[in-house]
């Protein structure tokens, strides 16, 4: 089932024409999922929240607006009386009417007006394959848009699009660095590389499904753990921090981290792409997730440098470089 967020990044973004004084309720339809932060920003204003017609928050001071009233419209639907390119729940604007493709729907797709769900008195226009970020209706998909979750399309360059990419690019590096790992002889390496590649594939299941991330497991170790031993080599590998990587440290450990830089990457992405008005992330728990990832890497980094996966990477007599030399390349 394709469910919407409706954020207070995107509420703002589609009431910024809106008189706000004047806005007595905001209407949503079924299944749109309305973050605190968006019902905080209406109950601010006093305007009541409307989710398929049932009324979900009944501002203090504002009074209940007659169905039709003009301002209260739908998440996805166009302002009455817009022209001309809008804005979408993600910032993005709308193609405007030139669009071989377009076909513009009733603002309601209950088959009301732009009040919120009352009869309009034509006839509603059919609706075609594909809804855009203005909720403009499209019967095939134009070549600049893709799909956001089932038939919503975004432009290709929406944040979430640019994320989905980016773990799509660390997956192939990953499976790139594992073969060479087994053809190496190293197959502990390649294994848990496996893991790596499991974890990336099921932040991406559940960013496109909308389903929360179940806690992160890799190695045999917890988030917690995970996060502990990254931050305290010494302790647990009695080797330090790297500082800085270098060409000494062999080719196990150059090689995974090509892999963390871009697990940063994409945690630096998916923030990016959830940030909200106050800084928290909208997916919290993915961002942690891809944190968690990247922690995971560095652990195999340590102890490919202390010579879990084969032989030690220090020379024969060699000794670790001094923990304090090494502190600032500490993961966060």
Do not use: W
């Amino acid at each position: 089932m394709h469910v919407s967020v409706l954020t207070e990044a995107a509420l703002r973004i589609l009431l910024k024409d809106e008189d706000l004084d004047a806005l007595k309720e905001y209407r949503v339809a079924d299944g749109v999922i309305v973050t605190p932060s968006a019902k905080a920003y209406l109950i601010d204003h006093r305007i009541d929240l409307v989710v398929g017609g049932r009324r979900i928050i009944k501002a203090p001071g504002s009074e209940r607006a007659a169905a039709g009233r003009p301002g209260a419209e739908r998440l996805g639907s166009e302002r009455p009386g817009a022209k001309g390119p809008g804005k979408g729940p993600g910032g993005e604007e709308n193609a405007g009417g030139g669009a071989s493709e377009l076909k513009k729907r009733d603002s309601d797709s209950a088959g009301g007006g732009a009040g919120g769900g009352t009869g309009g008195g034509g006839r509603p226009e059919r609706k075609g394959a594909y809804s855009g970020p203005g909720g403009e209706s499209y019967e095939a998909k134009p070549e600049f848009m893709t799909a956001l979750r089932g038939t919503e399309l975004v432009f290709k360059d929406h944040k979430v699009i640019r994320l989905r990419g980016k773990i799509d690019s660390f997956e192939a590096r990953a499976l790139e660095t594992a073969l060479a790992f087994r053809r190496r002889g190293a197959g502990g390496l390649a294994a848990e590389l496996g893991e790596v590649l499991d974890l990336a594939r099921q932040i991406m299941r559940c960013e496109v499904l909308a389903e929360p991330m179940p806690p992160v497991r890799l190695f045999g170790l917890g988030e917690a753990e995970l996060r502990d031993r990254s931050h305290h080599p010494q302790k647990y590998y009695n080797v330090p921090h790297f500082m800085p990587i270098a060409v000494e440290d062999g080719e196990q450990v150059l090689m995974l981290n090509t892999l963390r830089t871009m697990a940063r990457e994409v945690e630096l992405c998916a923030y990016e792409a959830f940030r909200g008005d106050s800084g928290e992330p909208a997916r919290e728990d993915i961002v942690r997730a891809l944190n968690r990832l990247s922690s995971a890497i560095y652990l195999m980094m340590l102890r490919a440098k202390a010579g879990e996966y084969g032989e030690s990477e220090y020379g024969e007599g060699e000794a670790a470089p001094a923990p304090e030399a090494a502190a600032a390349s500490a993961p966060e």
